[in-house]
């Protein structure tokens, strides 16, 4: 059974994750704070090395648009910095990491697929 490390433990998207993986096949590894903190990267590395995922999923993130504003570093750790940290250790295990994104971002009216450069 392929072994999926799933961020963000009780987080909406992992959750849902934990019941569905199982029924494709997969062995779900859940991981959440505070074992796996973005803010303390020792906790991403000791989790990844422990666990030794075959892929990654990236569920956790800083979610609260409003206070993502009145502090901009702690999110840009969350939903930048630290997932830079998981792509650089799949990177070095050889093995994907899928990142998730959302339309939140985007008002969709590019016509075109958005890049990470976009405003
Ligand atoms: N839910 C949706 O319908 C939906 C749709 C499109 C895209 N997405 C995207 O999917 C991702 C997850 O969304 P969600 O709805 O599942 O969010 P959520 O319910 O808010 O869960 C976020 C998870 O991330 C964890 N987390 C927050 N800050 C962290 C940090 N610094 N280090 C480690 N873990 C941290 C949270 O832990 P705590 O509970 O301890 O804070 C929680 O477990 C986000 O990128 C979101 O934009 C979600």
Redesign the pocket.
Request: net charge negative; hydrophobic share 30%; with cysteine.
């Given at each position: 059974m392929r072994r999926i490390l799933v961020?963000?433990?009780?987080?909406?998207?992992?959750?849902?994750l934990a019941e569905s993986l199982p029924a494709q096949g997969f062995e779900a590894l859940l991981v959440?704070?505070?074992d796996?903190?973005?803010?303390k990267p020792a906790t991403v590395i000791a989790a990844f090395a422990a666990l030794k995922p075959e892929a990654v999923v990236?569920?956790?993130?800083?979610?609260?648009v409003d206070a993502a504003e009145e502090d901009e570093a702690?999110a840009f750790?969350?939903?930048a910095l630290?997932p830079a940290l998981l792509a650089k250790l799949c990177a070095e295990a050889g093995i994907p990491l899928i990142q998730?994104?959302?339309?939140?971002v985007y008002d969709g009216l590019k016509g075109a697929p958005y890049l990470e450069s976009d405003l």
């Open positions: 961020t963000g433990q009780g987080g909406q998207l992992a959750t849902g959440g704070q505070p796996f903190e973005f803010d990236n569920c956790a993130a800083w979610t609260a702690g750790r969350a939903n630290g998730i994104s959302t339309d939140y």
